[in-house]
Every structure is written in C-alpha cells, then in structure tokens.
C-alpha cells in the first residue's frame, strides 16, 4: 500500500458547532496537506509543512481547488430495497406491503443478493459515503452477501440480518429460534472480520412477536458492545398498531425498553412523533434518533424536530441518514438539504456547518466509532471525500459569488449530488474513480468462488 499526500482545501470537525460563525469547532487548511500510510492518516497541516514529513517517494495527489473531508457516514438505510426506491404509495404500511416485502423475498437467492450488494457500494462510493449501518433481509444470504462485498472494498459497514416473525409475507419471516441462530452467526461469522460491525436487527415491533423481541434481548446481554438497530415513532398507524400488539407497554419507545434494546449504541430509526416521556427515556439510556428527513416527506410520515431534540434540558442523541429505499436519494447532501427544509418548516434554523458535522464527525459519534472514523485526525482511517461546488453550470455560476466557507458548504448541500464528489477514498484508496474496476473484479471473484 503506497504512501499518498494529497494536497487540497482540507475540512474536519472537532465538536457540533454552536452557529454559522462557530470557526472554533472545526479545522481548516486553505492550502492543507493529508498524509497517508497504510489506510491511515499519518499527518495533517499545511501542505510545506506535510511536504517535508513526506518520503521521497510519496505519490501525491493534488485536488486543489477541491474541499477535502472526512467521508459521509450513513446511520440508517435498507441494502435490499435499492429497487424499491421511487415506489408509488399512500404511506409506510402501504409501501411495506405493496414494494418492499416482496422485494426483499428475493434476497433468498444468493446470486442476487449478490447482485445488488456490488451495486449498493458503488452508489455509497459515488455519492461520497464511506460508512453506513444498514438492514439486510430476514435472510442469512442477505448479510453474508453485504458483509462480503464490504471486506472486499475494505470499507467500515455495519449491519444486520433482519429479525421478524409475524406481520409479513410468508417468505420474509423467521421465528424467535431462527432469528437468534442466524443472527448469532452472522455475528460469529462477520464480526470484527475486516472493518465489519454486527448489528442486531429486529425489524420493528410490529413484525416480532415478545418472544422474538425476547431473543433480542438475550443477543444484546451476551453481546454488548454490539449496535442494535430498528425503527421508532415513523407515522401515527405505525405507533398506534405496535401500541395494540404490546398493551402492557407505556408507549412505543416502553415496548423496547422493555427489553432491553435502549442503550447508547442503539439506533432508533425516525422517531418523529416521541412524547416527551419518550424523549426523556431515550436520553437518559444515551440512544440516537436517527432523521431520515427524505424518507419522512416522501411518506409523509411527518416533520423530525431535530433542534428541539437537541436543545432539551435532557438533549436526544441524533444521527441522520438516507433511509434508502424509503429514501429517495443515496446522498448525504440532498440528505441534508431536505432536512434543512424540515426545520424551516417548523420555524428552525439549520446551519450550513451542522449539516456536515451531522454528515462526518455527529454520524460517527452516533455510531461510537469516532475513534477510526468521522474526522482527519491524525491515526484515523482514511476515508474521505473530495468536494466540487463547482460541478455543474449552474453550481460554478453561483461559486462566482460565493465568498465564505459556510456559503461554499451550503451551495453543495442545496445543489450538489454524486456530480459533486471528484473522489471517494476509502482506507486511502481510490474508491470511485475505480467503480467499473471494482465491480468487474468482484463479479469475478464470484464467479472463481462458484467453481471451486
């Protein structure tokens, strides 16, 4: 693995910024240098002074006049519904079972799972996205397929095979038993293996019975330091029907509590409509609300209060993410400029600087992995993402008048998608300008696996 130094505008977080003139929360190199030795930051500062650190034979690249950042992160979206993206439906129910219950059935078949996993990186790797937690099928087939296709891109994933026994096709649906054997061996398998990260994985309480919310449980005692993930709180049918199959609970977030799934390294996905004893539970248990502000409008689903969450006097820990295939868009950036819409709508104000300190530095505390991702400091991976504000006719009109950094993040936040992203490295390497090379090595690497 060759040393780098890659030369360019360079952009980290050191904390959530306080406003728009917050200069202190971040770094900035105008004329920045980033080290790179074996996957890692070895340096960062201004480009003389990384110069000089450099061996001779160090290969730099120059992406000047481009922003260089730490890579986006993605805290929750659904790896089998990358088809299911731009369905046609009422609402979340409707969705679930017209599209994305007999799309996900497919994920049986290894081939296919196979198949869209080589698609699901690359359009991570286009859109600037080096980190995701994601939910598989109910299917073993699903997460082994996830989980391989990240070991070969080397990339820090989390993920989990999906747990649901009742409320759903025939074909999506394991048992209580099931769910914790193959979860249990997908964590065996996958887990710390590469930079995978296991999650456990009920779907939501509506499709678990209390004795599959049970095995829940039991996985998160003997596992710990594992993620657990699922939903919360998405629209008022979906409270209302889990409140009805669990009647002894309090509210939704209870449901959960009581079984031990509220904790700091779990990620509840939406949570728009919580009470304030919600709130208050999921504060106190230190685990994140994930906003998925393009799956809520177009659902429907209703308006995340992300700045009333975090100012409360007990603040809720919050992620954002795509929600793919609810989700209509793979990028962080038309992520954040729909949320950023959100809070206008409710009287808010999100600045451009805690946009992308959600998208780096706030995701990867929502996921408890600041110590390798989510900044450039120096020891981290490095993965990273290079920036173009100008990528387009219309976004190099309007850099012509563009003066400051915060106007600069803004103008990609609001215009920007995959056409802004000059490159994506992960553990330091080149990742999207090598997309056709990937995808085809990968493919063979299949095919000589079958014929062994």
């Not at 360079?10 to 920045?32: C, H, M, N, Q």
């Not at 990620?267 to 106190?284: N, Q, T, V």
């Not at 995340?304 to 006097?313: N, Q, V």
Request: hydrophobic content about 40%; proline content about 4%.
């Amino acid at each position: 693995m060759m040393t780098k130094l890659l030369r360019g505008r360079l952009l980290s977080f050191k904390r959530a910024p306080l406003s728009v003139t917050d200069t202190d929360s971040y770094r900035y190199e105008s004329d920045g240098g980033l080290l790179i030795e074996a996957g890692k930051i070895a340096a960062i500062g201004a480009y003389g002074d990384i110069r000089k650190k450099a061996a001779a034979d160090a290969v730099e690249i120059d992406h000047r006049p481009y922003l260089i950042m730490p890579g986006f992160i993605d805290t929750h979206l659904h790896f089998p519904q990358m088809q299911v993206i731009a369905s046609y439906a009422a609402d979340l129910l409707e969705w679930l079972n017209t599209y994305t219950f007999p799309e996900e059935c497919r994920f049986v078949e290894s081939a296919h799972a196979e198949k869209i996993a080589a698609h699901f990186y690359d359009e991570l790797a286009r859109h600037g996205t080096t980190t995701a937690a994601a939910y598989c099928s109910v299917h073993k087939t699903s997460a082994d397929a996830y989980f391989s296709e990240a070991m070969r891109r080397n990339m820090c994933m989390v993920g989990g095979k999906v747990m649901m026994d009742r409320n759903a096709p025939q074909g999506l649906l394991d048992t209580p038993e099931m769910g914790y054997d193959e979860t249990r061996q997908v964590i065996a398998d996958w887990h710390g293996k590469g930079r995978n990260h296991v999650a456990i994985t009920p779907r939501f309480a509506i499709t678990s019975t209390p004795q599959q919310m049970a095995a829940a449980q039991a996985l998160a005692q003997e596992f710990p330091d594992l993620h657990i993930q699922t939903h919360l709180s998405e629209n008022h049918d979906e409270i209302r029907f889990a409140c009805e199959l669990y009647p002894d609970a309090i509210d939704y977030t209870d449901i959960y509590a009581r079984y031990g799934l509220l904790g700091p390294k779990s990620l509840f996905g939406h949570c728009i409509h919580l009470s304030e004893r919600e709130a208050d539970a999921m504060s106190e248990a230190g685990s994140v609300a994930v906003h998925c502000p393009t799956s809520n409008l177009f659902l429907g689903s209703g308006l995340f209060p992300l700045k009333a969450l975090a100012r409360r006097e007990k603040p809720v820990r919050i992620g954002v993410a795509t929600d793919i295939g609810g989700g209509s868009s793979y990028s962080m950036l038309r992520t954040m400029d729909e949320a950023y819409k959100i809070q206008q709508l409710l009287g808010e104000r999100l600045n451009p600087l805690e946009s992308y300190y959600y998208m780096t530095l706030g995701n990867a505390e929502a996921l408890s992995l600041t110590e390798s991702i989510g900044t450039l400091d120096e020891g981290t991976d490095a993965d990273l993402v290079v920036l173009n504000a100008a990528a387009t006719p219309a976004m190099a009109l309007k850099m012509d008048v563009v003066k400051t950094l915060p106007e600069e993040l803004f103008l990609l936040q609001t215009m920007g998608d995959d056409r802004a992203v000059a490159e994506t490295y992960v553990a330091g390497e080149a990742a999207k300008s090598n997309l056709t090379f990937q995808s085809r090595q990968a493919a063979h690497s299949r095919d000589a696996d079958r014929c062994l």
